[in-house]
């Protein structure tokens, strides 16, 4: 049973000058506005490697979110796992800029051991996409994520910072995954 992705909602938005609008196709695109009603800007990451180990428990490693603290450097906790496949929900604390930012994630979309879309809401609004296909040594793990940087809580300056040292991360996670899959 699919459940609502927004049912957190109330919880995040307390400051009746915020807004979280969902727009896009099927629901996976999203703007959290302020105020200003400018929107927060959005910031991307894609890699995509070789595993050497077999697509489906590659694709049951990384789609299984209490497996991110495992490889992702900055995701503290993944707790209250709810469901499984399409509708699956947790929450989330991860780490950015020496500050802890909380949230939720619905997995919108599961093709089972293929692709797995989440949608995340919280201090950081994010989509992440996993596709695993099989290859001749294995698997190839394609990991895409798209997620607002909450600039009014960094500032500019820490804005920069923080997608930078993100970026780095999220090679590092790719590395921690290929370490614990292969290994």
């Known amino acids: 049973m699919a459940r609502d992705p927004l049912r957190f909602l ?3 938005v307390q400051d009746s000058n915020k807004e979280l609008r969902m727009d896009g ?3 996976r695109a999203y703007t959290k506005l302020l105020s200003s009603e400018r929107p927060v800007p959005m910031a991307s990451l894609s890699k995509n490697a070789v595993i050497h180990a077999p697509p489906d428990p590659v694709f049951a490693y990384v789609s299984d979110p209490s497996k991110f603290p495992e490889w992702l ?5 993944v707790r209250n796992v709810l469901g499984a496949g399409a509708g ?3 929450e989330w604390t991860y780490k950015m800029a020496g500050m802890l930012l909380r949230g939720q994630s619905t997995v919108v979309e599961y093709t089972p051991n293929q692709r797995v879309v989440l949608q995340s809401i919280g201090s950081i609004g994010s989509d992440w996409t996993f596709t695993v296909e099989p290859h001749e ?3 190839l793990l394609r990991i895409e994520v798209e997620y607002s940087v909450p600039v009014p809580v960094l500032g500019r300056l820490a804005e920069r910072l923080a997608l930078s040292r993100d970026a780095r ?3 590092v996670g790719f590395d921690n995954l290929k370490e614990a899959l292969e290994g």
């Open 73 to 77: 450097p900055s995701m503290v906790e």
């Open 25 to 27: 196709c099927g629901g």
């Open 169 to 171: 991360e999220f090679a």
């Open 10 to 12: 109330p919880d995040l």
């Open 88 to 90: 699956q929900q947790y």
């Open 137 to 139: 040594a294995g698997a």
